[in-house]
């Protein structure tokens, strides 16, 4: 079973792999992530680790960790780890659309004849 490396997807959805790569424009390929939901931290990372998110009222900072995440919403557990890789600006918004995560082994884009990506390949 091959280990998902987080680095390694914002690197390819960047486009940092390519001898072509500029920095200001989106030349990185779309992302697929199947099996979302098997995902494993390792050490206390699952409950130690404190998401916060703030919801725009008084006393409304909300604190969520992983373990809770993984329940409810799998795949925002690994969106939440690629976005905070890339560019803080308006690139880094589009970029994080080229990302597709789903926490089973079905995916809606065969059609696009998706290639597999070994990452240690890369």
Known sequence: MDTLSYKTVSLVLRGKNKPGFTPHVDCGDNVIIVNADKIRLTGKKMTDRVYTRYTGYPGGQRFTT???ILAKRPAELIRRSVKGMLPK?????KLINNLYVYAGPEHPHQAQNPKTIKFNEI
């Open 89 to 93: 600006t308006r690139l880094g918004d």
């Open 66 to 68: 992983p373990r809770e």
